[in-house]
Protein backbone atom coordinates (compact mmCIF):
# COMPACT_ATOMS: atom_id res chain seq x y z
CA UNK A 1 0.00 0.00 0.00
CA UNK A 2 1.47 3.40 -0.91
CA UNK A 3 -0.06 6.31 1.71
CA UNK A 4 0.30 10.11 1.01
CA UNK A 5 0.46 11.78 4.31
CA UNK A 6 -0.69 15.42 4.56
CA UNK A 7 0.32 17.59 7.81
CA UNK A 8 -1.95 20.42 6.75
CA UNK A 9 -1.09 24.50 6.75
CA UNK A 10 -1.40 27.27 5.12
CA UNK A 11 2.42 28.97 4.67
CA UNK A 12 3.42 25.03 5.28
CA UNK A 13 1.99 21.99 3.60
CA UNK A 14 3.26 19.11 4.42
CA UNK A 15 3.73 16.34 2.32
CA UNK A 16 5.17 12.52 2.56
CA UNK A 17 4.93 9.01 0.74
CA UNK A 18 5.79 5.70 2.07
CA UNK A 19 5.04 2.06 0.78
CA UNK A 20 4.23 -1.25 2.59
CA UNK A 21 1.97 -2.94 5.01
CA UNK A 22 1.44 -3.61 8.44
CA UNK A 23 3.76 -6.70 8.08
CA UNK A 24 6.16 -5.38 5.82
CA UNK A 25 8.82 -3.16 5.87
CA UNK A 26 8.09 0.30 5.04
CA UNK A 27 9.94 2.24 2.01
CA UNK A 28 10.21 5.86 2.21
CA UNK A 29 9.60 7.27 -0.87
CA UNK A 30 9.30 11.02 -0.94
CA UNK A 31 8.93 14.13 1.02
CA UNK A 32 8.27 17.92 1.19
CA UNK A 33 6.11 20.88 1.77
CA UNK A 34 4.08 22.70 -0.47
CA UNK A 35 4.82 26.78 0.23
CA UNK A 36 2.76 29.68 -0.27
CA UNK A 37 3.78 33.52 0.44
CA UNK A 38 2.17 34.81 4.25
CA UNK A 39 1.63 38.20 2.20
CA UNK A 40 -0.39 36.76 -0.46
CA UNK A 41 -4.30 36.89 -1.06
CA UNK A 42 -5.82 34.29 0.99
CA UNK A 43 -7.58 32.35 -1.97
CA UNK A 44 -4.49 32.38 -4.26
CA UNK A 45 -2.55 30.34 -1.09
CA UNK A 46 -5.58 27.82 -1.50
CA UNK A 47 -5.39 27.67 -5.11
CA UNK A 48 -1.28 27.15 -4.65
CA UNK A 49 -1.93 24.86 -1.87
CA UNK A 50 -4.88 22.70 -4.21
CA UNK A 51 -2.35 22.62 -7.13
CA UNK A 52 0.56 21.24 -5.11
CA UNK A 53 -1.78 18.69 -3.89
CA UNK A 54 -2.82 17.48 -7.13
CA UNK A 55 0.53 17.24 -8.34
CA UNK A 56 2.18 15.54 -5.55
CA UNK A 57 -1.21 13.08 -6.26
CA UNK A 58 -0.50 12.53 -10.03
CA UNK A 59 3.04 11.97 -9.31
CA UNK A 60 2.82 9.23 -6.65
CA UNK A 61 -0.25 7.82 -7.72
CA UNK A 62 -0.78 6.68 -3.16
CA UNK A 63 -3.64 4.32 -2.67
CA UNK A 64 -4.88 6.73 0.49
CA UNK A 65 -4.63 10.06 1.44
CA UNK A 66 -4.04 10.24 5.39
CA UNK A 67 -4.53 13.50 6.75
CA UNK A 68 -4.07 15.18 10.45
CA UNK A 69 -7.11 16.02 11.95
CA UNK A 70 -7.34 19.33 13.11
CA UNK A 71 -8.44 20.90 15.97
CA UNK A 72 -8.72 24.38 17.44
CA UNK A 73 -6.92 24.52 20.87
CA UNK A 74 -5.81 28.48 21.36
CA UNK A 75 -5.42 30.19 17.74
CA UNK A 76 -8.97 30.00 15.94
CA UNK A 77 -6.99 32.62 13.16
CA UNK A 78 -4.46 29.80 12.68
CA UNK A 79 -6.67 27.15 13.00
CA UNK A 80 -8.61 28.26 10.18
CA UNK A 81 -6.53 28.13 7.08
CA UNK A 82 -5.25 24.61 8.79
CA UNK A 83 -8.73 23.29 8.52
CA UNK A 84 -8.96 25.14 4.74
CA UNK A 85 -5.83 23.06 3.69
CA UNK A 86 -7.11 19.78 5.28
CA UNK A 87 -9.89 20.43 3.49
CA UNK A 88 -8.39 20.65 -0.04
CA UNK A 89 -6.49 17.21 0.14
CA UNK A 90 -10.00 15.42 1.06
CA UNK A 91 -11.24 17.04 -1.75
CA UNK A 92 -8.42 16.27 -4.30
CA UNK A 93 -8.30 12.43 -2.79
CA UNK A 94 -12.64 12.18 -3.36
CA UNK A 95 -11.78 13.79 -6.62
CA UNK A 96 -9.96 10.20 -7.81
CA UNK A 97 -12.11 7.82 -5.33
CA UNK A 98 -9.32 7.53 -3.10
CA UNK A 99 -9.96 6.64 0.58
CA UNK A 100 -9.01 9.01 3.48
CA UNK A 101 -8.27 8.78 6.51
CA UNK A 102 -7.80 11.47 9.39
CA UNK A 103 -5.74 11.02 12.57
CA UNK A 104 -5.00 12.94 15.40
CA UNK A 105 -1.95 14.10 16.67
CA UNK A 106 -1.44 12.42 19.59
CA UNK A 107 -2.59 9.21 17.63
CA UNK A 108 -0.03 9.25 15.37
CA UNK A 109 2.71 10.18 17.75
CA UNK A 110 1.96 7.62 19.58
CA UNK A 111 1.94 5.27 17.07
CA UNK A 112 5.66 6.15 15.80
CA UNK A 113 7.45 7.36 19.16
CA UNK A 114 4.82 5.13 21.89
CA UNK A 115 3.76 8.69 23.64
CA UNK A 116 0.74 10.89 22.58
CA UNK A 117 2.81 13.62 23.83
CA UNK A 118 6.02 13.38 21.82
CA UNK A 119 7.59 16.48 20.66
CA UNK A 120 8.42 17.23 16.79
CA UNK A 121 11.92 15.75 17.28
CA UNK A 122 11.39 12.90 18.93
CA UNK A 123 8.81 12.10 15.41
CA UNK A 124 11.48 13.13 13.54
CA UNK A 125 14.12 10.65 14.80
CA UNK A 126 11.86 7.70 14.90
CA UNK A 127 10.28 8.50 11.39
CA UNK A 128 14.31 8.20 10.27
CA UNK A 129 14.74 5.27 12.43
CA UNK A 130 11.63 3.74 11.06
CA UNK A 131 12.39 4.04 7.23
CA UNK A 132 16.28 3.63 8.01
CA UNK A 133 17.34 7.25 6.98
CA UNK A 134 20.16 9.10 7.97
CA UNK A 135 17.99 11.83 8.94
CA UNK A 136 14.45 13.07 9.25
CA UNK A 137 12.89 14.24 6.61
CA UNK A 138 13.48 18.19 6.55
CA UNK A 139 11.36 20.49 7.41
CA UNK A 140 9.28 19.38 10.24
CA UNK A 141 6.35 19.40 8.61
CA UNK A 142 7.24 16.86 5.91
CA UNK A 143 8.25 14.68 8.98
CA UNK A 144 4.87 14.60 10.30
CA UNK A 145 3.44 14.12 6.86
CA UNK A 146 5.91 10.95 6.12
CA UNK A 147 4.95 9.95 10.12
CA UNK A 148 0.96 10.16 9.41
CA UNK A 149 1.67 8.31 6.09
CA UNK A 150 3.46 5.53 9.17
CA UNK A 151 0.39 5.41 10.96
CA UNK A 152 -1.78 5.27 8.64
CA UNK A 153 -0.18 2.20 6.60
CA UNK A 154 0.10 0.47 10.68
CA UNK A 155 -3.16 1.43 12.02
CA UNK A 156 -5.61 2.04 9.11
CA UNK A 157 -6.21 -1.04 8.07
CA UNK A 158 -7.94 -1.79 12.01
CA UNK A 159 -9.61 1.81 11.53
CA UNK A 160 -10.85 0.95 7.84
CA UNK A 161 -12.18 -2.67 9.55
CA UNK A 162 -13.71 -1.12 12.59
CA UNK A 163 -15.34 1.34 10.29
CA UNK A 164 -16.87 -1.06 7.89
CA UNK A 165 -17.84 -3.54 10.95
CA UNK A 166 -20.04 -0.65 12.27
CA UNK A 167 -21.54 -0.07 8.56
CA UNK A 168 -22.44 -3.35 8.21
CA UNK A 169 -24.17 -3.77 12.54
CA UNK A 170 -26.23 -0.17 11.32
CA UNK A 171 -27.07 -1.65 7.88
CA UNK A 172 -28.46 -4.74 9.73
CA UNK A 173 -30.11 -3.13 12.27
CA UNK A 174 -32.05 -0.91 9.50
CA UNK A 175 -33.08 -4.19 7.69
CA UNK A 176 -34.69 -5.57 10.81
CA UNK A 177 -38.53 -6.01 10.77
CA UNK A 178 -40.01 -2.82 12.68
CA UNK A 179 -41.74 -6.06 14.96
CA UNK A 180 -38.01 -6.99 15.79
CA UNK A 181 -36.80 -4.08 16.76
CA UNK A 182 -39.91 -3.30 19.22
CA UNK A 183 -39.74 -6.73 20.67
CA UNK A 184 -35.75 -6.24 21.16
CA UNK A 185 -36.46 -2.98 22.80
CA UNK A 186 -39.30 -4.05 25.13
CA UNK A 187 -36.60 -6.85 25.69
CA UNK A 188 -34.28 -4.50 27.65
CA UNK A 189 -36.79 -2.02 28.70
CA UNK A 190 -36.50 0.51 26.30
CA UNK A 191 -39.36 2.55 24.21
CA UNK A 192 -39.53 1.09 20.43
Request: glycine residues 8%; positive net charge; proline residues 6%.
Amino acid sequence: MRVLGVDPGLTRCGIGVVEGSPEHRLSFVAAGVVRTAPDAAHELRLLQIAEGLEEWIERYRPDAIAVERVFAKHNLLSVTGTSQAAGLAMLAAARRKLPVVLHTPSEVKAAITGSGTADKAQVGLMVARVLHLAAPPSPADAADAVALAICHVWRGGAVNRYAEAAARAAAARSTRPVGARVARSRQIGRPA
